[in-house]
């Protein structure tokens, strides 16, 4: 099959012929119908996930068609158009026997714990665990940004930051997870905050239904939070994963106000400063978010159906697995969400 391929952490990306992979006993192989391009993604050919080793196949965002079939898979067959969460569970141990896969114990992620979907095919485990049909209709390029940051910004605001109608939530970060969140946020009837450095995310923020949008370069961006909401937010998400907006996320907050730590932190990303004299004073709850099970899908595919959410909007870009290595690359300098649907 073809491939992207990086031999070296932050070395050249090259598309290249590599063996096709085979299912596990539980596991499927998917034909790679469309694969969205992730911050997680950069941090991954950057080296910053111990998990990855090279040579490696990005790619972790994908949804298309069952290509084969483990001899223990009970509920999926060739032919079946699916989309996974980036975190497939194992549905064995204690916290997927809570209902929470998004934090197996023996997780694995395509794309990190083993070759992703940058690539005509990916194997995936415990399908029937996490395999999520696709609703008639949806176009693979949609579903593709379902998998990891729409279901990821998803579940933050309402499943972690329990965001209720009429309460402010202020997001500080724009990319793809952001603008899901603020999509998320509108549908809840939450009044949204969008933060960020970049004037084109904040516009498609805008256009998404935040009521106001904060340049995240210029002055104190708390204190502007604090005061377009009347003294802070309910709830307040850093959807980037940066020092600065970790912080600037927690002082943004009203008393009593719900942080939701969704951007992943990584090494390099340096070390955020939390200020614990405002959590205690102000009865603040830091929660951190990480994905979202398989099982938790249903309520999100049925809001968009209903036509109350669009995660179509998030694609700006079609591209051909030739010119995914350029996007990776280059990743979260263009708003929006580019995704592979030519492979
Ligand atoms: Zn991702
Ligand atoms: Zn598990």
Known sequence: MRA?????FGGPLAVRSVPDPVPDRDGVVVRVGASGICRSDWHAWSGHDPDVVVPHVPGHELAGTVAAVGSGVRTWAVGDRVTVPFVCACGRCG????????????????????????????????????LVALPEG?????????????????RAVTGVGRVRPGEWVA?????????????????AGARVVAVDVAPGALELARAFGAEHLVDGSAGDVPAAVRDLTGGGAHVSLDALGAAVTCTGSIRSLRPRGRHVQVGLL??????????????VAGELALLGSH????????????????????????????LGLADAGDALVAVGRTPGIAVVTAF
């Open 4 to 8: 992207l391929v990086f031999e070296e």
């Open 95 to 130: 916290p997927c026997r809570d209902g929470a896969g998004q934090v197996c114990a023996h997780q694995t992620q395509p794309g990190f714990t083993h070759w992703g979907s940058l690539a005509e095919f990916v194997a995936l485990d415990a399908a029937d665990v996490n």
């Open 138 to 154: 949806m176009p693979v390029a949609t579903a593709a940004s379902l998998g990891c940051r729409f279901a990821t910004a998803f």
């Open 171 to 187: 997001v500080h970060g724009c990319g793809g997870v952001g603008l899901s969140a603020v999509q998320v946020a509108v549908a």
């Open 266 to 279: 990584p090494p390099g990303a340096g070390r955020p400063e939390i200020p614990m004299e405002l959590v």
């Open 291 to 318: 994905g979202m099970a398989a099982a938790d899908y249903p309520a999100m595919l049925s809001l968009i159906d209903a036509g109350r959410l669009h995660p179509e909007l998030l694609v700006t870009r079609e």
